[in-house]
C-alpha cells in the first residue's frame, strides 16, 4: 500500500476474526518496530509476543477492555527499559511502525492502555527497572476494509481529528 493512503486509511479496529496471522508476517510486524528510531539510538524497548494462556489471562486483566486481548491474533506488549529521556515517544514510533505494517497486510490493530501495570510486568517476567507501557492488539478485521475505494485525501476529511487549523500554527 501506498504510504500517504496507509497513514490516511487506517483506524484502530476492535473486531478480530479468527484468522491467523501467518509468522512470516509476525516477523515483519516486529522488524518494523525494531527499526524505529530512538534518541540517541538507545533502543529503550522490548516487544514481548504474548501468547501462552496464562500471560493472555494476565494480558486481559490488565488492560480496560480485555475482549481486545481475548479475541486478538497476535498481542504484542510494549516493554519501557530505563535508557534515554525520550522513552514513551521512541515507544511510540515503535508501536507506529508496527501497526502501520501491520495494516498494510490488512491487518487491524489497537493500543491498550495498562490498568494495572504491576500485574502485567509480574506476569511477563519483567525487570522491576522496566515498563509495560502499551499491549498492542492485532487481528484480520471481521469486517474488511479496502483502502483503495477512497483517495487519501477522502480518508483524511472522513478521520474523527481536530482540523489541521486547530493543530498547527506558523510562528
Ligand atoms: C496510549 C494509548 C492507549 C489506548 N488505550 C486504549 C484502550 O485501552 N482501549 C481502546 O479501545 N483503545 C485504546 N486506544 C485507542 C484510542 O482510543 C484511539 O487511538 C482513538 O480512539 C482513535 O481511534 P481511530 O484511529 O480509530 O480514529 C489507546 C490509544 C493510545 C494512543
Given at each position: 500500500m501506498e504510504t500517504?493512503?496507509?497513514?490516511?486509511s487506517?483506524?484502530?479496529?476492535?473486531?478480530?476474526?479468527d484468522e491467523p496471522i501467518p509468522a512470516e508476517m509476525i516477523g515483519r510486524i516486529l522488524d518494523a518496530g525494531r527499526l524505529a528510531g530512538s534518541a540517541r539510538n538507545h533502543q529503550p524497548w522490548e516487544f514481548i509476543l504474548i501468547e501462552s494462556e496464562a500471560a493472555r489471562g494476565a494480558a486481559a486483566g490488565a488492560v480496560y477492555r480485555s475482549e481486545l486481548i481475548t479475541g486478538a491474533a497476535l498481542v504484542?506488549?510494549?516493554?519501557?527499559?530505563?535508557?534515554?529521556?525520550?522513552?514513551?515517544?521512541d515507544a511510540g514510533r515503535a508501536a507506529q511502525n508496527m501497526m502501520l505494517t501491520a495494516w498494510d497486510a490488512g491487518i487491524d490493530s489497537c493500543p491498550n492502555g495498562i490498568a494495572a501495570p504491576e500485574s502485567l510486568a509480574r506476569a511477563l517476567n519483567i525487570p522491576p527497572d522496566a515498563k509495560p507501557l502499551v499491549v498492542l492488539s492485532f487481528g484480520f478485521p471481521t469486517t474488511p476494509r479496502?483502502?483503495?475505494?477512497?483517495?487519501?485525501?477522502?480518508?483524511?476529511?472522513?478521520?474523527?481529528?481536530?482540523?489541521?487549523s486547530e493543530v498547527?500554527?506558523?510562528v
Amino acid at each position: 500500500m501506498e504510504t500517504r493512503l496507509a497513514i490516511t486509511s487506517r483506524r484502530d479496529g476492535r473486531r478480530y476474526s479468527d484468522e491467523p496471522i501467518p509468522a512470516e508476517m509476525i516477523g515483519r510486524i516486529l522488524d518494523a518496530g525494531r527499526l524505529a528510531g530512538s534518541a540517541r539510538n538507545h533502543q529503550p524497548w522490548e516487544f514481548i509476543l504474548i501468547e501462552s494462556e496464562a500471560a493472555r489471562g494476565a494480558a486481559a486483566g490488565a488492560v480496560y477492555r480485555s475482549e481486545l486481548i481475548t479475541g486478538a491474533a497476535l498481542v504484542i506488549a510494549v516493554v519501557a527499559h530505563p535508557s534515554g529521556n525520550l522513552i514513551d515517544f521512541d515507544a511510540g514510533r515503535a508501536a507506529q511502525n508496527m501497526m502501520l505494517t501491520a495494516w498494510d497486510a490488512g491487518i487491524d490493530s489497537c493500543p491498550n492502555g495498562i490498568a494495572a501495570p504491576e500485574s502485567l510486568a509480574r506476569a511477563l517476567n519483567i525487570p522491576p527497572d522496566a515498563k509495560p507501557l502499551v499491549v498492542l492488539s492485532f487481528g484480520f478485521p471481521t469486517t474488511p476494509r479496502t483502502p483503495e475505494k477512497r483517495a487519501p485525501e477522502e480518508w483524511s476529511r472522513r478521520a474523527r481529528r481536530r482540523p489541521l487549523s486547530e493543530v498547527a500554527r506558523r510562528v
